[in-house]
């Protein structure tokens, strides 16, 4: 191999793996609608790599055969597209595996048939109200979050109905929010409401506050825990991935004593 | 009975299976399916502590002797409650049929509630199935998935026009208890499947009867909660709660007990194994040995007690049933009882 050759191979290589990297930073944007967590952080995405072509290839996993194939299907088509938009990806092969339906979906993702194509006679509605159904949980469970963190460093918790989202300690926790009530078409300036009912995105009354905050405890508690099992779940189904112990169990303890960290840290 | 710290619980367990998943019974052209929900289930006993995972080949199917051995004997169940599930399309004899627990409950007939099923698309038929299953065994209980498919049609609804003439059916045959199962499904495709509207409908329409929400609605136990509380006849049916959670996830365990307890209350909550998925064993003693923790984290949720944890794990059940509690088993008497006339 001449010296010129290998050098611009190294270059290939490089700009490969910087396409590779883009690849699984574009798959940590896509997020399980239903948990509202990231798909990379979650383990569902079980390869990656981009060919000398162009080429990405991308496998995910789910924690069982029989997930809701409606969720699946919405993880599949949002990774293909944010795995296309990549520069320097020419073409995307996503795959789910191991999964009833994985046909149905790999194919008509695709072949961007859109849900109800990939499965006729079996679906009448695309996914679209589901995800904002799935959005106004996210909305709820965020204004858990940020509101706890806000009584616990003093503030009254009949105050909160008067806030706006600015006078919120800045974080992972309210950036999030504001993105969720962002793509939901919700008030997120810095003057809007702190606390707003996601159906309507009318800033919540005072009187209606300690409902509407049982009710956003109760739907994080909902989220997380139902996070919990599905990680649980993929320990067991692929025992051994992302922690370095074997059992489901001891996975689980290991990403709740992760969790426990970062909310420690805010 | 569990006793425990002197204290002695009566324990019903409200949610169990007697299912075949054996190869021999999937019906030819759905191996797949059939294989895929046993691994499935199977799976869900991988949450639960490594000393009672079992070989699949046990789990898909068990005897009459190990089921006996591991809910009465070992388990402390004193009166367990079937909720079938028939699943025809995939297993040829069904999966965990009314007939196949009914050779359990004419064999033990003190230890079993055998409960039935009723699909409201079967119509007439469906309608003198289900007086013939109360004639033959005296259900006092249903177990309905509304989500299940059949033909084209995608799932009911019990707020259906033919669900209402199935539950005026139910108040005339004197069953009382209608257990849905609002939990994991995967059909109908495009649809949330654990939406509990319409449970709300139908226990305000009809107020005698319980309608026990099996899986809390899991994963969407909020939706459920905010439904529950309006409702004096909805109760919480915790299988998989205890199962699913208080080994493997002991934290979010804490919290959805603190969920419960704090829209529905320690009266309204059903215990539940979900055997085989899960023995009974570690289950109760890991509930009466649990309590929610002093930290700042569950600061919102009270403290569990012992009268709290009768109710759920047996007394609960027990008045739902008409169950002969022995006197022993029952909570303290309230000192001064009204005299009757």
């Given at each position: 191999m001449t010296m010129t050759a290998a050098r611009s191979a190294g270059a290939f290589t490089d700009q490969a793996a910087g396409v590779a990297a883009a690849v699984w930073s574009a798959l940590a944007t896509v997020r399980d609608p239903e948990l509202d967590d990231p798909l990379t952080e979650l383990g569902f995405v079980s390869h990656h790599e981009v060919t000398a072509e162009g080429e990405a290839v991308v496998r995910l996993r789910l924690p069982t055969y029989f997930c809701a194939p409606n969720f699946a299907y919405l993880m599949v088509a949002d990774s293909y597209d944010a795995v296309s938009a990549v520069p320097g990806v020419t073409k995307a092969d996503v795959r789910l595996e191991d999964h009833f339906a994985a046909d149905a979906i790999n194919t008509g993702v695709a072949a961007r048939a859109g849900f109800v194509e990939s499965f006729r006679g079996e679906a009448?509605?695309?996914?679209d109200e589901l995800r904002a159904d799935f959005l106004r949980k996210a909305v709820l469970a965020g204004t858990d979050r940020v509101c706890r963190a806000l009584v616990a460093s003093g503030?009254?918790?009949?105050r909160l109905a008067h806030l706006?989202?600015?006078?919120a300690p800045e974080g992972p926790d309210l950036w999030r929010l504001i993105d969720r009530r962002h793509e939901l078409g919700l008030p997120c300036r810095d003057?809007?409401?702190?606390?707003?009912?996601?159906?309507?995105g009318e800033a919540v009354q005072p009187d209606a506050l300690r409902m509407h905050l049982g009710l956003a405890r109760a739907t994080r508690v909902s989220q997380e825990a139902n996070s919990g099992v599905c990680r649980g779940m993929l320990a067991v189904r692929?025992?051994?991935?992302?922690?370095?112990?074997?059992t489901a169990n001891e996975a689980a303890t290991d990403a709740e004593r992760e969790r426990d960290q970062r909310t420690n840290q805010h | 009975m569990y006793e425990k710290n002197g204290e002695k619980y009566f324990v019903v367990d409200g949610h169990t299976h007697f299912w075949d998943a054996s190869p021999r019974n999937w019906v030819p052209g759905q191996e797949q399916y059939a294989k895929g929900w046993i691994e499935c289930f199977h799976a869900y006993q991988g949450l639960g502590p490594p000393e009672t995972h079992w070989s699949l080949e046990d789990f898909q199917k068990y005897s009459e002797e190990r089921m006996m051995k591991d809910v009465f004997d070992d388990g402390y169940v004193d009166v367990a409650i079937f909720q079938p599930t028939n699943l025809k399309q995939w297993y040829t004899e069904g999966f965990n049929t009314v007939e196949r627990n009914a050779i359990l409950k004419e064999k033990y007939p003190d230890k079993f509630v055998l409960n039935t099923t009723f699909d409201p698309r079967e119509g007439d038929a469906g309608l003198r199935k289900l007086e013939a299953d109360v004639d033959r065994w005296g259900c006092k209980g249903v177990k309905l998935y509304t989500a299940e498919w059949r033909g084209d049609s995608r799932g009911w609804d019990l707020r259906s026009d033919d669900a209402t003439r199935y539950l005026e059916k139910c108040r005339e045959l004197g069953i009382k208890n209608v257990h849905v199962h609002k939990g994991p499904t995967i059909w109908p495709l495009d649809k949330d499947a654990f939406d509990v509207r319409d449970v709300d409908y139908a226990a305000t329409n009809f107020p005698e009867l319980n309608f026990i929400v099996e899986h809390v609605g899991l994963p969407r136990i909020e939706d459920f909660c905010f439904m529950a509380v309006q409702e004096p006849n909805v109760y919480a049916g915790l299988a998989v709660v205890v199962g699913g959670l208080m080994h493997a996830r002991p934290r979010f365990f804490n919290k959805v007990m603190g969920e419960l307890l704090f829209w529905?209350?320690?009266?309204k909550l059903i215990f539940g194994a979900d055997y085989a998925i899960w023995e009974p064993k570690w289950q109760v003693e890991g509930f009466v040995d649990w309590n929610m923790p002093d930290t700042e984290e569950y600061s919102d949720y009270g403290k569990v007690s012992v009268e709290a944890k009768k109710k759920i794990l047996g007394l609960n059940a027990a008045k739902l049933y008409d169950l002969d509690v022995p006197a022993e088993l029952r909570l303290d008497q309230p000192a001064a009882q009204p005299v009757a006339s």
């Open positions: 009448a509605a695309e996914l503030v009254d918790q009949s706006t989202l600015a006078d003057s809007d409401a702190l606390i707003v009912d996601p159906a309507t692929y025992p051994g991935i992302g922690t370095h112990s074997s | 529905l209350g320690e009266d």
